[in-house]
């Protein structure tokens, strides 16, 4: 079979083969890893280049690189090099286009560095399956953008191209919660409506679905959706959320100006922190002219300690290492416990705590806005709360306990079901897969 199914995401990817006496099987793509990290590291340093360095591929030839936890791993540990993650963000924005540079005045365009990171899944597919790969289904949220359907057509189109310019020549998509809800359906006895909540790092996306043990080898199921809503909420908002409420205060976020003249002193400049909290902004920080202008903004902070501490975040390009220990303080948090973000990277002995109180205050909004989405999905559905029998949770981002209680609340009388994290979307993908390539074939 020449087909596989690919879950594409923010954060982590996954991809699903045919297995050798039917159904499918996800791919070891990093030792006995099922799922890789969405991230790409752009090795500048010819003499020094990490373990797992391979050169691109016709565009994105620029210069060597590394993939998932090994790209993660050689930001980490020092190389030379620009570490890309969150591309998926991408999508459906003006940046898809651009060109962006990785280093030594080499620059690859952001729809480029996708498909480098989808060649790179097909060739590990293809050796796992000794077999070509043609066809594919891929994942796609709900929403790619938010309320403005052009942008969201935009978004699909260019993952599209990507994908057949790795050589996929039949590309097919599919929701990420619907098929969250096909792989949910392998332990359904009965029939019943599922209200999918699939919460990764860049969406939260949820669907009712009806499923059972007699509908699941339909393929046509569009009379079993009974809705798709989302929001471009998720894990790498929390992110932002986390930081700019215990990471950038220390570097000025929030705080305020010298009072002169008897005024009340101005608050600091934000555009900046905001900047340095999202993953694919963070280099615009780093160019030359914004740089310079950062740079004669001192008399702007009342504290020249937290303009110094700025400064060296932007000379000595910190930013995504703060993202990371934000992200790591969001997980230490999940199930409501307390941390203390280690910030001796920007100065010796700086730290900044974060308790589960700070973080709910901190993500309280867009929990909000999240729970209110999957009320409004069920409203779509045009059935009451109570039809609901089982609330199923799956994207990394459904490991925070402050979301799950929220949603599980809203919908007291669904069973709440937790699905693998990082896996059930891929694997509802592989059966779609299965299900229109092998009717596809039959029907020729």
């Given amino acids: 079979m020449s087909y596989c199914a690919i879950d594409f995401g923010t954060s982590n990817s996954a991809i699903a083969i045919p297995e050798a006496g039917g159904g499918m099987r996800l791919v070891q793509l990093e030792g006995e890893h099922l799922t890789m990290p969405t991230a790409v590291f752009y090795c500048t340093d010819a ?17 060597p690189r590394t993939f998932g936890r090994a790209a993660v791993a050689a930001y980490i540990e020092g190389y030379e090099g620009r570490l890309m993650r969150s591309m998926k963000s991408v999508l459906g924005t003006a940046l898809v286009d651009q060109t962006t540079e990785v280093g030594n005045g080499m620059g690859v365009k952001y729809l480029d560095i ?139 976020y929030g705080g305020f100006g010298p009072s002169l003249k008897g005024q009340a002193p101005r608050p600091v400049p934000s555009r900046v922190y905001f900047d340095l909290t999202t993953w694919h902004l963070i280099n615009t920080v780093y160019q030359p002219q914004r740089v310079a202008e950062l740079r004669s903004m001192a008399d702007f902070y009342g ?80 059935v009451p709360a109570e039809a609901i029998s089982a609330l199923y949770f799956t994207g990394g981002s459904t490991g925070l306990k402050l979301l799950t209680e929220q949603l599980e609340a809203a919908f007291p009388t669904a069973q709440a079901v937790r699905g693998d994290r990082l896996a059930s979307v891929a694997t509802g993908l592989g059966l779609h897969a299965a299900r229109l390539f092998q009717s596809a074939s039959v029907s020729r």
């Fill in 303 to 382: 504290d020249p300690v937290q303009h110094q501490r700025l400064m060296k975040v932007v000379n000595q390009r910190l930013g995504h290492a703060l993202v990371g220990r934000a992200e790591a303080a969001k997980i230490a948090v999940a199930e409501g416990g307390s941390t203390d973000i280690d910030l001796s990277l920007i100065e010796a002995g700086l730290h900044s705590p974060l308790t589960g109180a700070q973080a709910e205050q901190a993500l309280r909004d867009d929990l909000a806005r999240i729970v209110a989405c999957a009320r409004e999905t069920v409203t779509l559905a045009g």
């Fill in 114 to 252: 996708i498909t480098g990171y989808l060649r790179h899944l097909r060739g590990k597919a293809e050796q796992a399956g000794g077999a070509q790969l043609d066809r594919v289904v891929m994942g796609r949220p709900v929403f790619f953008v938010d309320e403005d359907p052009v942008r969201d057509a935009a978004a699909q189109a260019s993952l599209e191209a990507a994908a057949r310019a790795v050589g996929f020549t039949d590309v097919a998509f599919q929701y990420e919660p619907i098929a969250a809800a096909f792989d949910y359906e392998q332990q359904a006895t009965t029939e019943q409506l599922v209200l999918v909540a699939d919460i990764g790092g860049g969406t939260s996306d949820f669907s009712v679905v009806r499923v059972g043990p007699e509908r699941a080898q339909a393929l046509d199921r569009r009379s079993d959706i009974l809705a798709n809503h989302g929001v471009h909420i998720a894990g790498t908002d929390f992110d932002r959320r986390v930081s700019l409420a215990s990471v950038m205060p220390p570097l000025g």
């Fill in 47 to 63: 003499d020094d280049l990490p373990p797992g360095s391979v050169r691109g591929v016709g565009r994105d030839d620029a210069l």
